[in-house]
C-alpha cells in the first residue's frame, strides 16, 4: 500500500510538471508579431524578400506596396519552368520556380501613404495600415492552411476609398498568359509549355465577394472581402476550371469558415512540440524559423525552392535546390521539433534525380551509384547542365556543374538520415534505402585503399576549390553514409552480406587533417589542397551536419573542434551560421558565448525573420530552432544529454523533442537544476541517457508505475513499443 501510495505521489507531481511545460512558457506563440513601420523595399525581388511571409506549404504570398497599389505576389512549389538544359541557347531560358503573378490592388488618390504592418506568428495573419488625411485603410490577409485560398478584407476608417482589383504577372516571352473577367471575378493563367521537358501551367481566380464589381467604394465601417483561389496543373488536370469552382462557392461566411480550419492547423502544429526558455528575443526568433518552414514546406513533392517566397522571374541562383547545403539547411531543426509533415518535402527531388545521378558516375568518375551537380529541379530536372549563365571551364563534367565537388550526393542524405534515426519508420527507411545505397556504392568505388586506410582524392572543399585530397567535410559525410546504411541493412534486413565492407570503409577511412594555426592546433579543410577559407566555415561541417564528432569523440577531438571553432569564429556568416551554432553545441563550445552569439545572430533580421544582408533566403529559417533544440536535448550518437548547451542557471522546459532512437522527449529545469523527465518511446528500442542529476540516483517510473531505480554517469533503459518512462531524482 505504502508503495502504491509513494507511486502515485511520484506519477503526480511528475504529470504537474511536465503538463506545466507550456503553461510556464515565458510567452506563447500567440504573443508574438512581427512589425513593419515603413513599406518593404526589397519586394518583389530576385532573392529573398523583406515582405510579411504567408503560405500553407503549397502555395505562398508576400506583397508589396508603391504608389497607390497594394500588391500580393503569389507563388506555388510546383510551379516551375521546366526546361531540358541540352538545348539550352540564351541567357534566359533556363530552369527556376516562377511567379504564379499577383494580386495587384489600386488605392485612389493613396499615394505612398504612412505605412504599417503587423503580422502574427501564431497563424500568419497579416494586418496592414495605411494612413492618409485623416483617415486609414486597413487590409487582412492570410493563406488558408487548409486550402489554395488567400483572402483579403478590406475596411475603412474615416473616409470611403475607390478600389480596382487586377491580376497580373511578369511579363515573359516564353509564359503563355491568358486572363478574363466576368463582374466581380478575374481569372489568370500562366503557363510555360513551350520548348519544355514538363509543361506546368498555374491558375489564379479572384472574386469580390462583397462587390458586383472588380472595381469598387469601400465605405466607412464596411468590410469588403476578395477571395483568390490558386491551383496548378500537378494537383489538378483542369486548374482554371477548379480554380473558378473554387471561387464561384466563395460567399459571405467563407472566410469566417475558411479562418476556423485555419486556426484549428495552427494551434496543431504548435502543439507537435513546445520550447520554453526564458530569453524572448530567442523565443521569438524559435517560433519564427517553425512559422516559416510550416508556410513553405508541407508538398511531399515539391519542396521549396532557395528563397520559399517567388516573386520574380528571374530567381538568382536559378532558386534551384542547390546541393552544397543551401537546399538541405532550412529543414535540419524539423525532425528535433517533430514537424516531420514539413521535413518530409526535402527528400522527393534527390531521389526524383537518381537516373541522372548514375548517368554521371558512369559518365564522370567511372562508378557505380550516383554522383550530383551543385544544383537540381524537381522531377528529375537538371537545372545547372550547359547552364548559359556559366561559361565552360573546369567546373563543368560531361556537361554537369559540379565545381569539382564529390559530396552533393551524400550531403543530400543527412536530412533522410536525421528523420530515420528520429522516428526509426520503417517505410520511411524503404523509402530513402535505393538512394542511400547508390550512395554507399559510389562511395564504395570511390574511394581508393592505400597503405591501409581509405582516402578521397580530386573531391573539391570548396566550389572551384581544386582537386582536394580527403576534404575534411566529405570525410565526415562518408562515415555518416556507412553509419546510416549499417543501421538501414540491419533494421530493414537487407544487404547484410555488404555489412563487413562498410566497417571495413569507417575502421580505415582516413582521419580527418589536421593542422597548427595561430599557435593552436585545428582541423585542416583538407589534407593536400586548401587549407584554411578565410570566409566560409566548411572546415566544421563534418562536426555537424555530418554528425561525425561527439561529446564521445575523445578528447583529441574535442580540443581540435573546440580550437577550431575559436579560430574560425562564424558564428555570424551569411554561409555558414546554419550549421556553426550546432557544431560548437555539438562538441560542449562554451555555452554562453553560443548563447550570446546566437541572440545577436537572431536581432539580425529583417521583421520577416530572413537574415539581414543575405540574400540565401529560406536556408536559415530555423538556425535558431536548431540551436535551441540541440542546447535542450542533445542526441547524436544515441546518448540523450538535457540542457547541456545551456548557460548555466537557465531556468527552461521542453516538451516532445524527438531524438535519435524514436524518443519523444519532455524535461523541466528550474535554476539550472533538472526537475523532471519524460520519455516516450516509439520503437521499442533501448535508450542511453547521461544522468540529469549527477551523482544521484533516479527513480523509473514505467507508465505510472514504479519499475525501480538506476544511478551512474550515465545509464541504458530497455523500453517497449509506446511506453512512457519518468525519472525523477531519488
Same mark, same amino acid.
Given at each position: 500500500?505504502?508503495?502504491?501510495?509513494?507511486?502515485?505521489?511520484?506519477?503526480?507531481?511528475?504529470?504537474?510538471?511536465?503538463?506545466?511545460?507550456?503553461?510556464?512558457?515565458?510567452?506563447?506563440?500567440?504573443?508574438?508579431?512581427?512589425?513593419?513601420?515603413?513599406?518593404?523595399?526589397?519586394?518583389?525581388?530576385?532573392?529573398?524578400?523583406?515582405?510579411?511571409?504567408?503560405?500553407?506549404?503549397?502555395?505562398?504570398?508576400?506583397?508589396?506596396?508603391?504608389?497607390?497599389?497594394?500588391?500580393?505576389?503569389?507563388?506555388?512549389?510546383?510551379?516551375?519552368?521546366?526546361?531540358?538544359?541540352?538545348?539550352?541557347?540564351?541567357?534566359?531560358?533556363?530552369?527556376?520556380?516562377?511567379?504564379?503573378?499577383?494580386?495587384?490592388?489600386?488605392?485612389?488618390?493613396?499615394?505612398?501613404?504612412?505605412?504599417?504592418?503587423?503580422?502574427?506568428?501564431?497563424?500568419?495573419?497579416?494586418?496592414?495600415?495605411?494612413?492618409?488625411?485623416?483617415?486609414?485603410?486597413?487590409?487582412?490577409?492570410?493563406?488558408?492552411?487548409?486550402?489554395?485560398?488567400?483572402?483579403?478584407?478590406?475596411?475603412?476608417?474615416?473616409?470611403?476609398?475607390?478600389?480596382?482589383?487586377?491580376?497580373?504577372?511578369?511579363?515573359?516571352?516564353?509564359?503563355?498568359?491568358?486572363?478574363?473577367?466576368?463582374?466581380?471575378?478575374?481569372?489568370?493563367?500562366?503557363?510555360?509549355?513551350?520548348?519544355?521537358?514538363?509543361?506546368?501551367?498555374?491558375?489564379?481566380?479572384?472574386?469580390?465577394?462583397?462587390?458586383?464589381?472588380?472595381?469598387?467604394?469601400?465605405?466607412?465601417?464596411?468590410?469588403?472581402?476578395?477571395?483568390?483561389?490558386?491551383?496548378?496543373?500537378?494537383?489538378?488536370?483542369?486548374?482554371?476550371?477548379?480554380?473558378?469552382?473554387?471561387?464561384?462557392?466563395?460567399?459571405?461566411?467563407?472566410?469566417?469558415?475558411?479562418?476556423?480550419?485555419?486556426?484549428?492547423?495552427?494551434?496543431?502544429?504548435?502543439?507537435?512540440?513546445?520550447?520554453?526558455?526564458?530569453?524572448?528575443?530567442?523565443?521569438?526568433?524559435?517560433?519564427?524559423?517553425?512559422?516559416?518552414?510550416?508556410?513553405?514546406?508541407?508538398?511531399?513533392?515539391?519542396?521549396?525552392?532557395?528563397?520559399?517566397?517567388?516573386?520574380?522571374?528571374?530567381?538568382?541562383?536559378?532558386?534551384?535546390?542547390?546541393?552544397?547545403?543551401?537546399?538541405?539547411?532550412?529543414?535540419?531543426?524539423?525532425?528535433?521539433?517533430?514537424?516531420?509533415?514539413?521535413?518530409?518535402?526535402?527528400?522527393?527531388?534527390?531521389?526524383?534525380?537518381?537516373?541522372?545521378?548514375?548517368?554521371?558516375?558512369?559518365?564522370?568518375?567511372?562508378?557505380?551509384?550516383?554522383?550530383?551537380?551543385?544544383?537540381?529541379?524537381?522531377?528529375?530536372?537538371?537545372?545547372?547542365?550547359?547552364?548559359?549563365?556559366?561559361?565552360?571551364?573546369?567546373?563543368?563534367?560531361?556537361?554537369?556543374?559540379?565545381?569539382?565537388?564529390?559530396?552533393?550526393?551524400?550531403?543530400?542524405?543527412?536530412?533522410?538520415?536525421?528523420?530515420?534515426?528520429?522516428?526509426?519508420?520503417?517505410?520511411?527507411?524503404?523509402?530513402?534505402?535505393?538512394?542511400?545505397?547508390?550512395?554507399?556504392?559510389?562511395?564504395?568505388?570511390? %574511394?581508393?585503399?592505400?597503405?591501409?586506410?581509405?582516402?578521397?582524392?580530386?573531391?573539391?572543399?570548396?566550389?572551384?576549390?581544386?582537386?582536394?585530397?580527403?576534404?575534411?567535410?566529405?570525410?565526415?559525410?562518408?562515415?555518416?553514409?556507412?553509419?546510416?546504411?549499417?543501421?538501414?541493412?540491419?533494421?530493414?534486413?537487407?544487404?547484410?552480406?555488404?555489412?563487413?565492407?562498410?566497417?571495413?570503409?569507417?575502421?580505415?577511412?582516413?582521419?580527418?587533417?589536421?593542422?597548427?594555426?595561430?599557435?593552436?592546433?585545428?582541423?585542416?579543410?583538407?589534407?593536400?589542397?586548401?587549407?584554411?577559407?578565410?570566409?566560409?566555415?566548411?572546415?566544421?561541417?563534418?562536426?555537424?551536419?555530418?554528425?561525425?564528432?561527439?561529446?564521445?569523440?575523445?578528447?583529441?577531438?574535442?580540443?581540435?573542434?573546440?580550437?577550431?571553432?575559436?579560430?574560425?569564429?562564424?558564428?555570424?556568416?551569411?554561409?555558414?551560421?546554419?550549421?556553426?551554432?550546432?557544431?560548437?553545441?555539438?562538441?560542449?563550445?562554451?555555452?554562453?558565448?553560443?548563447?550570446?552569439?546566437?541572440?545577436?545572430?537572431?536581432?539580425?533580421?529583417?521583421?520577416?525573420?530572413?537574415?539581414?544582408?543575405?540574400?540565401?533566403?529560406?536556408?536559415?529559417?530555423?538556425?535558431?530552432?536548431?540551436?535551441?533544440?540541440?542546447?535542450?536535448?542533445?542526441?547524436?550518437?544515441?546518448?540523450?544529454?538535457?540542457?547541456?548547451?545551456?548557460?548555466?542557471?537557465?531556468?527552461?522546459?521542453?516538451?516532445?523533442?524527438?531524438?535519435?532512437?524514436?524518443?519523444?522527449?519532455?524535461?523541466?529545469?528550474?535554476?539550472?537544476?533538472?526537475?523532471?523527465?519524460?520519455?516516450?518511446?516509439?520503437?521499442?528500442?533501448?535508450?542511453?541517457?547521461?544522468?540529469?542529476?549527477?551523482?544521484?540516483?533516479?527513480?523509473?517510473?514505467?507508465?505510472?508505475? %514504479?519499475?525501480?531505480?538506476?544511478?551512474?554517469?550515465?545509464?541504458?533503459?530497455?523500453?517497449?513499443?509506446?511506453?512512457?518512462?519518468?525519472?525523477?531524482?531519488?
Amino acid at each position: 500500500m505504502k508503495q502504491t501510495i509513494l507511486t502515485l505521489f511520484l506519477l503526480s507531481n511528475c504529470l504537474t510538471g511536465i503538463s506545466q511545460t507550456r503553461k510556464a512558457m515565458v510567452r506563447p506563440v500567440s504573443s508574438f508579431h512581427n512589425t513593419w513601420s515603413k513599406p518593404m523595399v526589397s519586394t518583389p525581388s530576385r532573392n529573398k524578400v523583406d515582405a510579411p511571409l504567408m503560405g500553407n506549404g503549397d502555395l505562398t504570398m508576400s506583397l508589396g506596396y508603391k504608389g497607390e497599389v497594394l500588391s500580393y505576389y503569389l507563388s506555388k512549389n510546383d510551379f516551375w519552368r521546366l526546361v531540358s538544359p541540352e538545348t539550352l541557347a540564351r541567357k534566359d531560358d533556363v530552369s527556376g520556380p516562377r511567379p504564379a503573378g499577383s494580386a495587384d490592388i489600386r488605392i485612389e488618390g493613396l499615394v505612398n501613404a504612412d505605412f504599417t504592418a503587423t503580422q502574427q506568428l501564431a497563424n500568419g495573419v497579416t494586418i496592414c495600415n495605411f494612413a492618409s488625411d485623416g483617415g486609414k485603410l486597413v487590409f487582412k490577409s492570410w493563406v488558408s492552411a487548409v486550402d489554395n485560398l488567400a483572402f483579403v478584407e478590406i475596411t475603412a476608417v474615416g473616409h470611403a476609398r475607390r478600389i480596382s482589383v487586377s491580376l497580373n504577372a511578369p511579363h515573359n516571352q516564353q509564359a503563355r498568359l491568358k486572363k478574363g473577367a466576368e463582374a466581380n471575378t478575374l481569372w489568370m493563367t500562366r503557363a510555360f509549355a513551350d520548348s519544355v521537358d514538363m509543361a506546368t501551367e498555374v491558375a489564379v481566380a479572384l472574386k469580390v465577394i462583397d462587390s458586383g464589381d472588380s472595381t469598387f467604394t469601400v465605405e466607412p465601417g464596411k468590410k469588403v472581402t476578395i477571395s483568390i483561389a490558386v491551383e496548378s496543373n500537378f494537383k489538378r488536370q483542369k486548374p482554371l476550371q477548379f480554380a473558378l469552382t473554387q471561387i464561384k462557392k466563395a460567399g459571405k461566411t467563407t472566410a469566417g469558415l475558411q479562418m476556423a480550419k485555419h486556426d484549428v492547423w495552427w494551434q496543431t502544429y504548435w502543439g507537435k512540440s513546445s520550447v520554453s526558455i526564458e530569453d524572448t528575443i530567442l523565443m521569438k526568433a524559435y517560433y519564427q524559423g517553425l512559422y516559416t518552414m510550416a508556410a513553405c514546406s508541407r508538398d511531399p513533392r515539391f519542396p521549396p525552392g532557395l528563397f520559399g517566397w517567388v516573386t520574380s522571374d528571374d530567381p538568382q541562383w536559378a532558386g534551384d535546390y542547390h546541393l552544397n547545403y543551401n537546399h538541405q539547411a532550412p529543414f535540419y531543426s524539423l525532425y528535433s521539433a517533430n514537424r516531420l509533415e514539413q521535413g518530409i518535402p526535402h527528400d522527393a527531388p534527390l531521389i526524383d534525380f537518381m537516373q541522372r545521378g548514375q548517368w554521371y558516375a558512369k559518365n564522370v568518375t567511372g562508378t557505380r551509384g550516383i554522383l550530383y551537380p551543385v544544383g537540381i529541379g524537381p522531377l528529375g530536372i537538371e537545372v545547372t547542365r550547359n547552364h548559359p549563365r556559366y561559361p565552360k571551364t573546369n567546373n563543368e563534367e560531361q556537361g554537369g556543374l559540379f565545381f569539382g565537388q564529390r559530396s552533393n550526393a551524400a550531403y543530400g542524405l543527412l536530412n533522410m538520415a536525421q528523420y530515420w534515426r528520429c522516428t526509426y519508420d520503417e517505410r520511411y527507411g524503404r523509402k530513402i534505402y535505393p538512394y542511400a545505397l547508390a550512395v554507399a556504392d559510389f562511395w564504395e568505388d570511390y %574511394l581508393r585503399f592505400e597503405e591501409g586506410r581509405y582516402v578521397i582524392y580530386n573531391d573539391a572543399i570548396h566550389e572551384g576549390s581544386g582537386a582536394d585530397m580527403n576534404p575534411i567535410l566529405t570525410l565526415g559525410l562518408v562515415r555518416n553514409t556507412f553509419n546510416l546504411m549499417l543501421d538501414l541493412s540491419s533494421a530493414l534486413k537487407v544487404d547484410q552480406d555488404r555489412q563487413a565492407k562498410w566497417r571495413d570503409i569507417l575502421d580505415k577511412l582516413s582521419a580527418f587533417p589536421v593542422q597548427e594555426r595561430n599557435g593552436i592546433r585545428v582541423f585542416r579543410y583538407t589534407e593536400k589542397g586548401v587549407d584554411w577559407w578565410e570566409n566560409n566555415g566548411l572546415g566544421i561541417q563534418h562536426i555537424y551536419p555530418a554528425n561525425a564528432i561527439t561529446l564521445d569523440s575523445g578528447d583529441e577531438l574535442l580540443i581540435l573542434s573546440r580550437n577550431t571553432i575559436s579560430d574560425m569564429k562564424r558564428f555570424q556568416d551569411a554561409n555558414t551560421s546554419s550549421s556553426f551554432f550546432m557544431a560548437a553545441i555539438r562538441v560542449g563550445y562554451d555555452p554562453g558565448i553560443v548563447f550570446s552569439e546566437l541572440r545577436k545572430y537572431a536581432l539580425h533580421t529583417y521583421p520577416n525573420g530572413f537574415q539581414l544582408n543575405n540574400p540565401h533566403g529560406i536556408e536559415n529559417s530555423c538556425t535558431v530552432a536548431n540551436a535551441l533544440n540541440e542546447m535542450l536535448c542533445m542526441s547524436v550518437g544515441n546518448v540523450i544529454r538535457l540542457f547541456r548547451g545551456l548557460p548555466e542557471g537557465q531556468t527552461a522546459a521542453f516538451e516532445d523533442l524527438r531524438a535519435w532512437g524514436a524518443f519523444l522527449i519532455s524535461a523541466r529545469q528550474v535554476n539550472g537544476r533538472v526537475a523532471e523527465v519524460r520519455i516516450k518511446s516509439e520503437r521499442g528500442k533501448v535508450c542511453t541517457i547521461v544522468n540529469p542529476w549527477p551523482g544521484r540516483t533516479v527513480r523509473v517510473l514505467r507508465n505510472g508505475r %514504479l519499475a525501480g531505480s538506476v544511478s551512474g554517469e550515465r545509464f541504458t533503459l530497455p523500453t517497449q513499443v509506446g511506453e512512457r518512462i519518468d525519472l525523477l531524482a531519488d
